[in-house]
C-alpha cells in the first residue's frame, strides 16, 4: 500500500506525524506531500518539515490512499487546492481509501 499525506501550511503536528510514523513502522510506504510550490511547510505549533515532493509532482495514480491532516489554518489551506480537491473526489469515486483527521 502507497500512502500520500498531504501538508499545508498550519497543519496539526501531532496528527500528521503520528500517523506518519505508525504507517512506517507497519512498512507502509508513505510519502509527504507540500500542498504549495514550496518543499518546506510550517505547522500550526511552528515546526517546520521538508517533504518527500510538492502537489503538482505527486502521482496520484500511483497511490492506494490520501491522508489529510487537520489542524488551523492547514484544514482551510488543503481547501484552497482545486487539484488536491478534485483528487478526494476521484479517489471516492473509484473507491480508493481516504483518511482525514480533525476538521
Known amino acids: 500500500m502507497k500512502v500520500g499525506v498531504f501538508l499545508a501550511e498550519g497543519f496539526e503536528e501531532i496528527e500528521a506525524f503520528t500517523v506518519i510514523d505508525v ?3 507497519a ?7 507540500a500542498v504549495s510550490d514550496n518543499f ?8 517546520t518539515v521538508i517533504t518527500d515532493c510538492i502537489i503538482e509532482e505527486f502521482r496520484f495514480d500511483l497511490y492506494d490512499m490520501l491522508l489529510l491532516p487537520g489542524g488551523m489554518p492547514g484544514t482551510l489551506n488543503l ?3 482545486t487539484l488536491l480537491t478534485d483528487q478526494i473526489k476521484s479517489f471516492n469515486e473509484k473507491g ?8
Open 96 to 103: 480508493k481509501w481516504l483518511a482525514a483527521i480533525s476538521r
Open 27 to 33: 512498512r507502509i510506504d508513505v510519502s509527504t506531500v
Open 79 to 81: 481547501m484552497k487546492s
Open 23 to 25: 504507517l512506517r513502522r
Open 40 to 47: 518546506d511547510i510550517q505547522g500550526a505549533h511552528g515546526i
